[in-house]
C-alpha cells in the first residue's frame, strides 16, 4: 500500500482560500482523470465538500506522488502552485488511513460529530468508481471509512458531541437563543434544492417556522421538495416552490433565508439584501460605522473569479512576519534584526521588543536618510514610507526615552463598537465559494452567517467526552485495515505458489503415464488425488503462517522471501495481482496458470 492523500481544509486555510479553490463537478472529474494519467498514480479519488479539498492517490513514488498531487490541484482550484503549497497537508499510508477514517467519524469535521461527510465520502466513491480510477485499494479504504464513521455513530454519543453545518448556522443566527423559539412563526426562503439546502428546510420546518418557500432553478426539484415538506410526519408545514427570479420578491417577506446552491457566481448581492430590508422597513439601509474592518470585504464581488482573484493577506500574519535579518540586502542598518524578536509590526500594533531610545534614534536617522526594510515589496511612494517609519520610530524613541524602555507588545486601544439594530434578515449561507456577498456582514437590519464566521464559531465549540472513545475506534480500525492490506499484499505470493504446485502435481501425473501406459482411471485418479493431498498439507502451514506474519507492522518481507525460496516467478505474481479483486479469476489461474517452478 502506498497511499498518498494532499489536500488542504478549514484547519489549515483560510475560509477565503478554500472558496477560491473549490472544484465543481467538472472540475473533479477532470482532476481525478489527469491524476491516474500521471506517472506516479494508478487509482484516485476526491472528496471536496464545503471546508476540505482533498485528493487520494495509490502512488508508486512518495516524493514524484506530492509533486504531482499538489500541481494537480493548484492547475485545477484555479489557484497558483505557490499560495497554495504553504496551506497544503500531505497524510502518507497508515497516516492517510487515520486521516480518512477521522474525517468520516466527524473528528476533523467543523462541527465536531456532524454525519453530513458520510453522504460526501459514499459519493466521492461513486464517482471515482464511475470514472474507474478507484481499484482495489481506493475501493477498500472508502468502504471501510464509511463503516468505521457508521460505527463511531452507532456505538458512541459522537452525534451530542456534534451537529450539522445546518443546525450549527441556526444557532448562530439566533444569537444564543433555542433555535425553536428563535425559528417560531418565522417566515423562511431557502434557495437551492440539493442535500444541504433539504436539509436546512426541514430543520427549520421542525424548529416551527410558518411557512417555507423554496427557489431552485430546477422548479421540479423545488416543487419535490416542498411536498415532502408538506406531507412529512415531523415537518408538516406550509411550503411552495417558485422560480428565481422570484427571489427578490420573496426576500421582502422572509424573516431568514438560506442559500446552499452550487452557482458560479453571487446568488444574493448586498444590494439585494439591502434592497429587500428596505421594502420592509421603509427606511434606507446603510452599514454601520464601528470603526471596524470587515476583513471579508474585499471578496465581495470577486470570491468567484478564478482569473483575476482577489487577495488580502492576514492581518494576524501580517503583523507577525518576521523581518529578514540585516545583511540580506540591507546593508549599514545600524539594528541587528536578527537578535531582534518578530515582532516588528507592520501595521503597527507592536513595537520593538527590548530596543532602547538610543538605538531607536539612530535607526530612525537611518531609515530617514536611506532604505527601509519596511518598504521592500510595498507598492506605495518609497519617501512617503521611509517618511512614515521615521515618524513612527521617532515616537517610540521619545516613549522609550520617558519610560526606560519600548513595551515588548503594544496594541491600540479597542474602538468603541456601536450597537446594531436587531437584524430584519437573517442569512445562512452554507455555499462554498460563497452564495451570499460577504457586504452583507456590514448592512444594519442584516444578519449574516457564512462559513467563515461558522470557522470562527466552531473553534471555540466544547468537545464531548465521546470524542477520545471514536479516537480509539479509529486506531483500532487503523490498525486492522492495516494488518488486512499487508494480508492481502502476499495474497499473489501464495497464489502463485499454489499454481506452481499444481503444476508439478500435473508434470508428475503426466511423467507417471507415460511410465505406467496401462494405469487405469480408477488408479490414476487415486495417485492423481493423492499427490495433491501430500502437496495441499505440506502447503497449509507454512501459507497461513506467512499469511499472518505478513499482516503485522513490517510483514511485507516475507512475501519476498517466498518468491526467493520457491523460485516465483515474478511475472506470475503480478499477473494474479492484477486480478486480485476478481476470485474466479484467480481461481482459473490456479488451475491452468504456468509458472517457472522445478518441474
Known amino acids: 500500500m502506498s497511499l498518498l492523500v494532499v489536500g488542504l481544509s478549514h484547519r489549515s486555510a483560510p475560509v477565503s482560500l478554500l472558496e477560491r479553490a ?166 423562511a426562503l431557502v434557495i437551492g434544492a440539493g442535500s444541504m439546502s433539504s436539509l436546512a428546510a426541514a430543520t427549520l420546518a421542525r424548529a416551527g417556522v410558518a411557512e417555507v418557500v423554496i427557489a431552485n432553478r430546477t422548479q421540479e426539484r423545488a ?150 526594510l519596511l518598504e521592500r515589496d510595498r507598492t506605495r511612494d518609497a519617501q512617503a514610507e521611509a517618511g512614515a517609519d521615521a515618524e513612527l520610530i521617532t515616537a517610540l524613541a521619545a516613549t522609550a526615552a520617558t519610560v526606560g524602555r519600548v513595551p515588548e507588545r503594544r496594541r491600540p486601544e479597542p474602538v468603541a463598537v456601536l450597537p446594531r439594530p436587531e437584524p430584519v434578515l437573517s442569512v445562512l449561507d452554507l455555499a462554498m465559494p460563497r452564495d451570499v456577498d460577504a457586504a452583507v456582514h456590514r448592512l444594519a437590519g442584516a444578519r449574516l452567517v457564512d462559513i467563515e464566521s461558522l470557522a470562527d464559531a466552531s473553534a471555540d465549540a466544547p468537545m464531548a467526552a465521546d470524542v477520545d472513545q471514536v479516537r480509539r475506534i479509529v486506531a483500532d480500525e487503523v490498525a486492522a485495515f492495516g494488518a488486512a492490506q499487508r494480508a492481502a499484499h502476499i495474497t499473489p505470493t501464495v497464489v502463485a505458489l499454489r499454481t506452481m504446485a499444481a503444476d508439478v502435481v500435473s508434470s508428475e501425473i503426466a511423467r507417471l503415464e507415460g511410465r505406467l501406459p496401462g494405469l487405469d482411471d480408477k488408479h490414476r485418479a487415486e495417485i492423481t488425488q493423492t499427490v495433491r493431498r501430500v502437496v495441499d498439507k505440506l502447503l497449509h502451514a507454512p501459507t497461513v503462517r506467512v499469511k499472518q506474519l505478513a499482516a503485522e507492522p513490517g510483514g511485507a518481507g516475507y512475501a519476498d522471501a517466498l518468491r526467493t525460496l520457491f523460485d516465483l516467478d515474478q511475472e506470475t505474481v503480478a499477473a494474479v495481482s492484477r486480478a486480485v479483486s476478481d476470485p474466479v479469476a484467480i481461481d482459473d489461474h490456479v488451475k491452468n496458470g504456468k509458472n517457472r517452478g522445478p518441474a
Not at 460505527?151 to 458531541?161: K, L, M, Q
Not at 500574519?317 to 518576521?322: I, N, Q, Y
Open 223 to 372: 416543487e419535490r421538495l416542498a411536498r415532502i415538506l408538506v406531507e412529512g410526519d415531523d415537518t408538516h408545514v406550509p411550503a411552495r416552490a417558485v422560480p428565481m427570479d422570484a427571489v427578490p420578491a420573496e426576500l421582502t417577506r422572509a424573516d431568514v433565508a438560506v442559500s446552499c446552491t452550487g452557482a458560479t457566481g453571487l446568488v444574493l448581492t448586498a444590494e439585494a439584501i439591502a434592497a429587500a430590508i428596505e421594502g420592509r422597513t421603509g427606511a434606507p439601509v446603510a452599514a454601520p460605522h464601528d470603526g471596524r474592518t470587515d476583513p471579508a470585504a474585499p471578496y465581495a464581488e470577486s470570491a468567484r473569479s478564478r482569473t483575476a482573484p482577489v487577495v488580502k493577506p492576514d492581518a494576524r500574519e501580517t503583523a507577525t512576519t518576521p523581518l529578514p535579518p540585516a545583511g540580506a540586502g540591507e546593508e549599514n542598518c545600524p539594528l541587528d534584526l536578527a537578535a531582534v524578536e518578530p515582532a516588528f509590526s507592520l501595521l503597527g500594533e507592536s513595537a520593538v521588543a527590548g530596543i532602547d531610545a538610543a538605538t531607536l534614534e539612530q535607526h530612525g536617522a537611518w531609515v530617514d536618510g536611506g532604505t527601509s
Open 22 to 187: 473549490s472544484l465543481n463537478a467538472d472540475d473533479r472529474v477532470k482532476l481525478l482523470q489527469d491524476t491516474v494519467a500521471a506517472e506516479p498514480a494508478t487509482e484516485a479519488a476526491v472528496l471536496a465538500t464545503c471546508n476540505r479539498i482533498e485528493l487520494y492517490a495509490d502512488v508508486d513514488k512518495f516524493h514524484a506522488g506530492v509533486a504531482e498531487l499538489s500541481t494537480l490541484l493548484a492547475q485545477h482550484s484555479g489557484v497558483g502552485l505557490e499560495e497554495l503549497t504553504p496551506y497544503l497537508y500531505v497524510h502518507y499510508e497508515d497516516r492517510a488511513v487515520h486521516h480518512l477514517f477521522s474525517v468520516a467519524c466527524g473528528l476533523d469535521s467543523m462541527v465536531v460529530g456532524e454525519g453530513q461527510i458520510l453522504g460526501q465520502i459514499k459519493d466521492s466513491l461513486a464517482r471515482a468508481q464511475e470514472l474507474h480510477t478507484a481499484g482495489r485499494l481506493l475501493n477498500d479504504l472508502f468502504q471501510q471509512a464509511l463503516r468505521v464513521g457508521k460505527r463511531a455513530h452507532s456505538e458512541t454519543g459522537i452525534d451530542r458531541a456534534g451537529q450539522s453545518l445546518v443546525t450549527f448556522g441556526l444557532e448562530q443566527l439566533s444569537a444564543g437563543a433555542p433555535v425553536a423559539d428563535w425559528a417560531r412563526g418565522k417566515k
